[in-house]
């Protein structure tokens, strides 16, 4: 496999668990947000402090992490960017 396939396969990839991600904690979470009110989390019932804390925060570290692992993907196969300062 040349080393363009297989960049373009960990982007893919990388990508698609990333969406994964996304879709559970922007979706899933709060579709289900009545039935995991039972469950407690720091005094607040669960499905409220993911509607209104939880998934933003996920959201936030998860941009952080594609980045750098996007990243690393670039530098490895030779195709990132170069940073002028």
Do not use: C
């Not at 994964?20 to 709060?30: N, Y």
């Amino acid at each position: 496999m040349s080393a363009d396939t297989e960049h373009w396969h960990k982007t893919r990839n990388l990508t698609i668990t990333h969406l994964v991600v996304w879709f559970v904690f922007a979706f899933l979470i709060h579709w289900f947000a009545h039935d995991i009110n039972n469950i407690r989390f720091l005094g607040w019932p669960l499905g409220y402090y993911m509607a209104a804390q939880g998934s933003l925060a996920v959201f936030v570290i998860q941009l952080f992490l594609f980045s750098r692992q996007q990243h690393a993907i670039d530098v490895k196969y030779g195709v990132h960017e170069e940073d002028e300062v």
